[in-house]
């Protein structure tokens, strides 16, 4: 079984910092591909950032190109996004993903998933 957890998630005004971690149980961690997608009320879920298996390897959306940053660290199982200079438009739920091989940016491909953490940003 695979577990992920995310936390870091809260309030932060327009122009703020968060740094969001998710913690992936097993002992396969470093096989995953790992990527963030986040979904705001009454919208489809969409794609944030990801990671290659050895974090040699990211990409990210448009939309925070720049602004964020998505790494991992294989031996403490976790891998975090650093939102900086956040948005009103940055507010959703944001989930931490994962697939056993091959980094895609369509949610559906991705085998497990976290509970999600709220990142509100004020205006």
């Known amino acids: 079984q695979v577990q992920l957890v995310e936390s870091g998630g809260g309030l932060v005004q327009t122009g703020g910092s968060l740094r969001l971690s998710c913690a992936v149980s097993?002992?396969?961690?470093?096989?995953?591909?790992m990527g963030w997608f986040r979904q705001a009320p009454g919208k489809e879920r969409e794609f944030v950032a990801h990671?290659?298996?050895?974090?040699?390897?990211?990409y990210y959306a448009n939309s925070v190109k720049g602004r964020f940053s998505i790494s991992r660290d294989n031996a403490k199982n976790t891998v975090s996004l650093q939102m900086n200079s956040l948005k009103p438009e940055d507010t959703a739920v944001y989930y931490c993903?994962?697939?056993?091989?091959?980094?895609?940016?369509?949610?559906?491909?991705?085998?497990?998933w976290g509970r999600g953490t709220q990142v509100t940003v004020s205006s």
């Open positions: 097993g002992r396969t961690f470093s096989n995953y591909v």
């Open positions: 990671i290659s298996t050895s974090g040699t390897s990211t």
């Open positions: 993903a994962g697939r056993t091989r091959g980094g895609v940016t369509e949610w559906k491909a991705y085998d497990y």
